[in-house]
């Protein structure tokens, strides 16, 4: 029984833990679902809502002292669980515990800060998008770039096409928590014009290399450029949706982007079969009609 993982103790401290974050009710969930949650913060440690990862090196200062052990076992856990993974993929390298996954990306977190590769981008932001969430996420959501507001806020998703987002993560009934949002361009592209190509390769050295420390199962492209980016592909969103494709061991599906929602309302039915389809493999059973 050493190995395994107890459930009911991780599960009563995920309540606790969501305690201490204010959650006082939770929507009735089968047992896998919440189950699938106590693990990913055991392994969470804590949940990363925004701002900056805890320095390296200081992360042992924000676990609360009963964790200790959880983590270890639940990593110990992951490491089992991640060996075919990366055995069977050359393309990474050995899969990173928690504190090694927020130390790499506080690290890669400061380099996009300092960044000038664009000189307009970087002469024009407020400040540069990174990205939010758990560094165990089973999802990641890729988007093009900040806009007005995320340049405000620094946090990915926090305007109109982020409302938007928002509640197709809650008809997935997932929580924003529980996932990573990031750009592929981490400065707003003056005026919200789409980020030009060479902008979007000096970038893609910090969106593979975020996607390579988290090790997301699945990454949902939103919209034509994120999809474009990611799979280094010339086809139509249209034509690249309802199919998964691989980007180094991730299963990748492409829908359209929120913006593109919000001015293309009847377009949302097409993005609900697109999450229907990815919460089919990831095993989330809906129970929300469509609405
Ligand atoms: N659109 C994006 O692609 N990303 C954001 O963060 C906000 C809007
Ligand atoms: N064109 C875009 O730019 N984005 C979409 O999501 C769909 C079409």
Same mark, same amino acid.
């Given at each position: 029984m050493s190995n395994t993982i107890d459930l009911n103790k991780l599960t009563r401290q995920y309540l606790e833990s969501l305690g201490k974050f204010g959650v006082r009710d939770l929507p009735a969930k089968s047992g896998r679902r919440l189950a699938r949650l106590s693990i990913d913060v055991a392994?969470?440690?804590e949940v990363i809502d925004s701002g900056p990862f805890t320095h390296a090196g200081d992360d042992h200062a924000t676990l609360p002292d009963n964790a200790t052990m959880n983590v270890?076992?639940?990593?110990?856990?992951?490491?089992?669980? /991640?060996?075919?993974?990366?055995?069977s993929n050359?393309?990474?390298g050995p899969a990173l515990d928690v504190r090694q996954r927020i130390s790499r990306l506080n690290e890669l977190r400061q380099a996009v800060t300092e960044c000038t590769r664009c000189p307009e981008l970087s002469s024009c932001r407020t400040q540069t998008v990174f990205g939010t969430g758990s560094p165990s996420p089973r999802l990641c959501f890729l988007g093009e770039g900040p806009g007005a507001d995320e340049d405000r806020l620094g946090e990915p998703f926090v305007g109109r096409a982020g409302e938007l987002l928002n509640r197709i993560i809650s008809a997935c009934e997932m929580r924003r928590e529980e996932l990573y949002i990031l750009n592929t361009v981490k400065c707003r592209p003056p005026? /919200?014009?789409n980020p030009l190509d060479k902008e979007v390769s000096n970038c893609r050295e910090y969106f593979e290399q975020q996607l390579e420390i988290l090790q997301p199962e699945f990454i949902c492209a939103l919209g034509t450029v994120a999809a474009k980016a990611l799979l280094n592909?010339?086809?139509s969103l249209g034509r690249m949706?309802?199919?998964?494709f691989d980007w180094r061991g991730s299963k990748v599906i492409v829908t359209y982007h929120?913006?593109?929602?919000?001015?293309?309302?009847?377009?949302?039915?097409k993005t609900w079969e697109d999450m229907q389809m990815l919460m089919k493999a990831m095993g989330v059973e809906l129970t929300l009609s469509n609405s």
């Open positions: 392994l969470t440690d270890k076992e639940a990593s110990q856990k992951k490491a089992q669980l /991640n060996e075919g993974v990366s055995a050359g393309a990474y005026g /919200n014009r592909t010339g086809e949706r309802g199919r998964f929120p913006a593109y929602l919000l001015r293309t309302p009847e377009a949302k039915a």
